[in-house]
């Protein structure tokens, strides 16, 4: 998809089965259920894999977050990975910050589009799942 604007919707999806405020919901928790890494190891990634594979067959918008979400989580994980590994030479102490931000800014973006019903990509993110 070179060439293509953030701000691009794909086409619109053949069918759904889900109220359009119910996408919308699902859509949002694809983001939002990236606060369960607060509660356990790895539940950032966790959490928005359950939302995706429960509702992706329901709804193209709901799919289309869910993958958002999870590249977007994948990558974070190994940006703040590769923070960790830096404290030995102690840059990863001025980075890690500046990722956080980023990445929580980014995460409220997401989640508010969503809700809004608008398909949001998020910048600076390695597209593991298509």
Sequence with gaps: ????????????????SLSQSDERMWGMFCHLS?????????GNIIGPLIVWQTQKDKSAF????????LNFQITMTIAYAVCFLLFIIAIGVFILPIVAVVSLVLFVIASIKANNGEYYKYPFTIRFIQ
């Design 1 to 16: 998809m070179e060439g293509q604007s953030y701000h691009n919707p794909p086409p619109p999806p053949p069918y759904s």
């Design 62 to 69: 709901v799919d289309f977050h869910g993958k958002e979400s």
């Design 34 to 42: 990236a606060l369960a890494g607060f509660l356990i190891p790895f």
